[in-house]
């Protein structure tokens, strides 16, 4: 049985202070792999944003708009987009995703990293790619250019769909149940190859065994076929105005449809978790029974 998520119906602010008992309980869902669901929890769009609610905002070529914290740019808008409302929109979720996660997690915050911010315009069903590049197919997120070395993953989403749009996810069996499965027939690290990689600039920094690891997971998931058919999942429909948050590195999730998402990446230091030994770096080891952070 899959529990898949974590309902927080009294959250319904982006600030705190929360109570110790729900903080305590997020934080132990959280790092168990169940996705926490705030029904109550919309992200409000103002009255002159109602405008980016359009395909048409991307560029065609890449699916999402987004923003990098860095630079302050936005990237994958049309050229004809109101970038300056773009950015505002993007911006403004950023922040409020941030004070959500400091203060519902408040032992997370000296390891807390901002990454990217998306904007998610277009519809996903009816969507083709190739196998490996199809999120309806369920994975864990592994990025080949930008490795983690164990860091997590932490993503929030909201719905700021019209009315009768749900995002519908898929949720698969824990990380340990999934892992234990696919990893006798993964190929063994290769630090040649992570070495080669970084040297012509394919990744941004050496892929460790852990990262080669959980690409090849990645990849052994989306390619199996059968496994997408027969494994166990959960179907979570999320409507309009609500909002959800896991660790995408350790629950296997697919998007199956939905329209008009804002998503905002979080990495967190190992050392900053209530019980690091849940991560995919520490169950992966455990089961290699050997150390793959280098
Ligand atoms: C994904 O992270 O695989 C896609 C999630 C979404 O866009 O809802
Ligand atoms: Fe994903």
């Given at each position: 049985?899959?529990?898949?998520?974590?309902?927080?119906?009294?959250?319904?602010?982006?600030?705190g202070?929360?109570s110790?008992e729900?903080?305590?309980?997020?934080?132990?869902?959280?790092?168990?792999?169940?996705?926490?669901?705030?029904?109550?929890?919309?992200f409000?769009?103002?009255?002159?944003?109602?405008?980016?609610?359009?395909?048409?905002?991307?560029?065609?070529k890449a699916?999402?708009?987004?923003?990098d914290?860095l630079?302050?740019?936005?990237?994958?808008?049309?050229?004809?987009?109101?970038?300056?409302?773009l950015?505002?929109?993007?911006?403004?979720?950023?922040?409020?995703?941030?004070?959500?996660?400091?203060?519902?997690f408040?032992?997370y915050?000296?390891?807390?990293?901002?990454?990217?911010?998306?904007?998610?315009?277009?519809?996903?069903?009816?969507?083709?790619?190739?196998?490996?590049?199809?999120d309806?197919?369920?994975?864990?997120?592994a990025f080949p250019?930008?490795?983690?070395?164990?860091?997590?993953?932490?993503?929030?989403?909201?719905?700021?769909?019209?009315?009768?749009h749900?995002?519908?996810?898929?949720v698969?069996?824990?990380?340990?149940?999934?892992a234990?499965k696919?990893?006798?027939?993964?190929?063994?690290?290769?630090?040649?190859?992570?070495w080669?990689?970084?040297a012509?600039?394919?990744?941004?920094?050496?892929?460790?065994?852990?990262?080669?690891?959980?690409?090849?997971?990645?990849?052994?998931?989306?390619?199996?076929?059968?496994?997408?058919?027969?494994?166990?999942?959960?179907?979570?429909?999320?409507p309009?105005?609500?909002?959800?948050l896991?660790y995408?590195?350790?629950?296997?999730h697919?998007a199956?449809?939905?329209?008009f998402?804002?998503?905002?990446?979080?990495?967190?230091?190992?050392d900053?978790?209530?019980?690091?030994?849940?991560?995919?770096l520490?169950?992966?080891?455990?089961?290699?029974?050997?150390?793959?952070?280098?």
């Amino acid at each position: 049985m899959i529990s898949g998520t974590l309902e927080l119906r009294e959250i319904d602010r982006w600030s705190g202070p929360f109570s110790g008992e729900i903080r305590d309980r997020a934080v132990d869902a959280l790092e168990d792999g169940l996705v926490l669901y705030f029904p109550t929890l919309p992200f409000r769009l103002e009255e002159q944003e109602q405008c980016l609610l359009s395909p048409a905002v991307a560029n065609g070529k890449a699916k999402n708009v987004s923003l990098d914290p860095l630079s302050g740019s936005v990237k994958g808008a049309a050229p004809d987009a109101d970038r300056a409302r773009l950015h505002a929109m993007l911006e403004r979720f950023a922040a409020q995703a941030t004070q959500l996660v400091s203060e519902l997690f408040p032992a997370y915050v000296s390891g807390l990293e901002r990454a990217r911010t998306s904007y998610r315009p277009v519809e996903i069903e009816g969507r083709s790619y190739s196998a490996l590049k199809d999120d309806k197919l369920l994975h864990v997120d592994a990025f080949p250019s930008t490795p983690t070395h164990g860091r997590r993953i932490l993503r929030l989403f909201s719905n700021i769909a019209p009315a009768g749009h749900p995002r519908i996810w898929r949720v698969g069996e824990p990380f340990q149940d999934f892992a234990r499965k696919f990893l006798p027939s993964l190929p063994r690290p290769n630090p040649v190859t992570a070495w080669f990689f970084a040297a012509v600039g394919a990744t941004k920094t050496r892929r460790s065994a852990y990262d080669q690891l959980m690409l090849a997971l990645h990849d052994g998931a989306k390619r199996d076929a059968a496994y997408q058919k027969g494994a166990p999942q959960v179907e979570i429909d999320f409507p309009p105005g609500t909002t959800w948050l896991c660790y995408t590195d350790q629950v296997l999730h697919a998007a199956l449809a939905g329209q008009f998402a804002l998503e905002q990446t979080f990495h967190i230091e190992l050392d900053s978790m209530a019980d690091a030994a849940r991560s995919p770096l520490r169950v992966l080891e455990n089961l290699a029974g050997r150390s793959l952070a280098n």
